[in-house]
């Protein structure tokens, strides 16, 4: 969800405000150290000797917030060279702590031969831990060290040790080109001595930057640092989402704060004896040729990299492959919970990675090398694929179904936003969209329902489904013109007597809009799953007809086509945006341009035509209502590439990559960046990092098409195929599907709400496949499916939740089909000849025929199939489909 009332507006603020300055603890005003290694020019800050500025070497591109430096120069703000701990003398049970950044005092220089050293007893509660800090050349790159001294006369256990990390993911009060140009973002790998940050600028152009162990230093816990809000920056705000530190040690967190979770690693503590020492270190690299060389700098540190296929979310009944890359050889490895993964090496650092048949959700994986170190890889076990988007379709036409016709708002019979924890649909909420079936928070759950019968049509749910159509969405959610009302949910007591409100909800907020508002039709998004609904159910209708009953198929086609040229109606605010999840729109205008619907085809492409030209136009095109936002480049990404606006396209998938990482953790992997949506959409109404919120799914449609018009660019699959993986995460064992997962480790857990979802349900639908790549790092593989090389010829069993889109990268040719499946496909590499065999669930309605379309997205090569009496229908082919498996060629 969006607001209008939290937009920012970048204003050009004064840096140097003396009211600013006069807070200074940093000591600013006594000025930088200027250090230099072969690979970054730094500074550090002369009284404290923190981080200040960090470029590669020779560049203007700083990964810290120099320019904002006055702005956090207090107690209490972090920086990287800042240190927290926590300890307890032997035998005693309260923890004492200890945090460098409290209470600032300039630090006692020392010379050790390191670039810059300093003693941080000042700047630290008294006590029995002598801290020493050094900035060190470590090859090149810059090193950053701490040794750690028992000086007292008892032993000492340290339960809680972190290294605050700070980057300029500061949007706050910049332009959108300064944000493009200036900043960067971060993401974890939370993989023991694996364990890396990696930061990407936000443009996705340029050097990225990658922090990994020195030693004996692993990532255990990465923790969220709670800072003063200052309006200044905004400090956990939709303009800077805050920082996070990197926790070699967790136990006394996990005894406290995060009692009763689950952490991702075993929390631990170490004891030191009198005189003992600790020494801890964490390197920054620059990955000069950017974020698709993050692995191999990251290797050449010494640190272990692993590389899954199809990623981390894996599905029963299939194997997955991993492959492991390291300086020394693997030990052991070891599965917690025992037995969920079976792994077995094929050589060369390549496992099979197979799922137990009980198995489900978080499994860790931890691989011992021979050299000492120890690294996790996090995975999570889903039902199989279309087991799964079976569930989902079951639990909301069922649990979420709501039926009351006697409600006053109009909002039955309809699929609710649901609360998972509390059991039962969401009648009402502050937020009236929530409760309002509209937004994406509120409509989400409906979006979900009908996108699901594109993929998997089912009699019973389209059968309701229908009934929602004629009762409440084309009555009550849409006005007569097509119009789209922003919630039918209202607060508004005069307005419907006899309604008892929920007098424990708070309705003074801005949310808790009364019926004017909720039924302004003024924001485009809303649009865009309701066109979205129709065509799902078009889909399903004209491969299944006998499945649709109230309309015919070309109905809802024409809905759904009426709905999007409603919302380009000058009336609409933010139809200039790119909109979430409007990659549908293109599917709705290559369905008209199938069905012969000529003119509506060309209205529909001069109206998208004219938002792409505007984008080619602009700078920073991935405007949205929200200050900073990850839901523009979608839209950006399709139109500009439909109508060869190469520049654009190439600006939008570099942003993408921007703020979508690739790291041997599900949560993390292909997980677009969203932080401020739990607010809008979610239960547990916070500023956090979200894992695989809808922006996983639907930026993974721009990195998805990026990769079918370049297979050769396999980086792009990699971190695609982890963010069309996402949304299968978040459906649970009943079907519920939550909006997005808890990433802070003091909840670790899925939201309560399933709240706008639906979103990232479309991005899966539209992008999930199986993919076959030549990739570079490890050979010939297929994501979201079985491949096996025999001969001259390559087989592949398809496995992903939809199992109707094929795309061959060596060929650069997809295929999809309507109806049925496409149970597995074969090709001969020399020849190019391709082998398609159709099927059909047995969950699922038997359908006739299937019109099956193959696309040449690299230009290299047209397909047709081959068969005689294949008849050409809707520019595909139309192939009959018997009770028995069916196989096509193509050349
Ligand atoms: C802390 O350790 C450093 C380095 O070993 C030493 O020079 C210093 O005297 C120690 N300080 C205290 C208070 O023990
Ligand atoms: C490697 O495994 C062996 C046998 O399981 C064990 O004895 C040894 O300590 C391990 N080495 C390391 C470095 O973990
Ligand atoms: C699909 O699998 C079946 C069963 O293994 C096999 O007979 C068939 O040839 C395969 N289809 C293709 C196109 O390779
Ligand atoms: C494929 O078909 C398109 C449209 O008919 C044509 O323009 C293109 O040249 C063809 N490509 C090849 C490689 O034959
Ligand atoms: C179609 O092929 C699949 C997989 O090869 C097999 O499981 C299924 O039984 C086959 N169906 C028919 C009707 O032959």
Redesign the pocket.
Known sequence: MKSQALRVLPVVVSLFAPSILCQDTLGLDDGYIRLSTTKFDVQIVSDAQVLASLKPAGGTFDFLPFDYLPLRAKDGQYHWGDITFRYRTSGSTAWITGDSSKSRKKVTTLSTGALAASGLAPTLPTGPLNITREWIDVSGDLGLQFTIINSGSSAIEIGGLGFPAEFNSIFTNRQASDMLRLCSLSDPYIGMHAGQIRVAPTSGDGPALVITPIGDTPMEAYRNLAETYYEDTAYGSQVFEGFYEWQVLSKAWAENEWSGKEPWNEPSSRTLQPHESLRYGLRFSVAQGGVRDLDSTVLRTGTPVAHGVPGYIIPRGTAANLFLEASSAVNSTTVKPVGALTLVSAGDGHYTVTPSTSAWGRVRLTVAYADGKVQTIHYYVTKPGTEAVASLGQFLTTDQWFTDTSDPFGRAPSVMTYDYEAGSIVKQDSRAWVAGLSDEGGAGSFLAACMKQAAQPNQGEITKLESFVDGVLWKTIQTPDFAVRKSIFFYEPAAVSGYTYDSSIDWTSWTSWNKASSYATDRAYDYVHVAAAYWGLYRAGRAYPNLIKSHTWDWYLNQAYNTIIRAMKADVGYNKVGLMGETVFGEILADLTREGLSSQAKTLTAAMKSRADQWNTEAVPFGSEMAWDSTGQEGVYYWSKYFGHSSTVTKTVNSVLGFMPTVPHWGWNGNARRYWDNIYGGKLRRIERQIHHYGSGLNSLVLLGAFRSDPSDSYLLRVGYGGTSGPVSNINEDGFAAASFHSWPDTLKWDGLSGDYGPNFVGLVLGTGTYVVQDTVVGLVAYGGVLTSLGDSVSVQTADPVRRRIFIGPLGVLISVDAGIIDNFSYVPSTGEISVTLSQLSSVPVAAKAVLWAE?TT????YSVTASGITKTRLGWQIPLSSDNVTVKLA
Not at 859 to 862: D, F, I, K, W
């Open positions: 040449s230009g290299a090569r047209n």
